[in-house]
């Protein structure tokens, strides 16, 4: 008898793998990816914990600095005292009180001006004595310190409002501001830091 040759059913035929979707790959485990630590030595000293303790937190500040696209100032801390000293004098280095385009506009606005709050380093000594002078002289000192204030507060306000003006917002409040432009009005200008970019009588 002669046999009839059937055709393969679909589910005899042998289907192509087809690689799953997905990175083709078991995850690995933590520590097949980070490797094997070595051992971690105890610091036997003191001054071992300590140089240990530096180095981690520098190297920590380090990578928060780079995570936020800014620059360390391990540079300005490197330098000598004379280095530094002058680094601040020529605005090279700012110390964080000194930092912003309003404290910037601060400083520019008193080195270019003529003020009460400049000889109020020579009312300050006053103010002392003249608790031994009478109730008269001690009431018109401390009219005086009162104004300085007062000046203080109303150049906080001009300068703040400078600053909205020119930069859209200004950094800090008008006696913040204020206070940061008299401690700096009263000092004479070859103390002052930053050094003063302007000379007297200039337009800023």
């Given at each position: 008898m002669k046999l009839s040759r059937r055709a393969p059913e679909p589910a005899d035929i042998e289907e192509p793998s087809v690689p799953a979707e997905g990175k083709g790959r078991?995850?690995?485990?933590?520590?097949?990816?980070?490797?094997?630590?070595?051992?971690?030595?105890?610091?036997?000293?003191r001054k071992e914990a300590y140089a240990r303790q530096r180095t981690q937190a520098k190297q920590t500040k380090q990578t928060r600095a780079a995570a936020?696209?800014?620059?360390?100032?391990?540079?300005?801390?490197?330098?000598?005292p004379a280095q530094r000293r002058m680094a601040l004098r020529?605005?090279?280095?700012?110390?964080?009180?000194?930092?912003g385009a309003t404290r910037k506009l601060a400083r520019d606005y008193v080195d270019s001006r003529r003020l009460v709050s400049n000889y109020f380093l020579v009312l300050f000594p006053l103010l002392v004595i003249s608790q031994f002078l009478g109730p008269?002289?001690?009431?018109?000192?401390?009219?005086v310190a009162i104004g300085v204030v007062g000046e203080w507060w109303l150049i906080g306000r001009r300068i703040r409002a400078l600053a909205i003006e020119r930069f859209g917002e200004a950094q800090g409040g008008n006696m913040s501001i204020g206070f940061y432009a008299g401690s700096r009005a009263y000092l004479p200008r070859r103390w002052?830091?930053?050094?003063p970019q302007v000379e007297r009588g200039d337009a800023v």
């Open positions: 078991p995850t690995p485990k933590r520590r097949e990816s980070t490797g094997v630590r070595g051992p971690v030595t105890a610091p036997k000293t936020r696209g800014g620059a360390t100032t391990t540079g300005a801390r490197d330098m000598t020529s605005g090279e280095v700012l110390s964080k009180r000194d930092q008269i002289v001690s009431a018109i000192t401390l009219a002052r830091l930053p050094a």
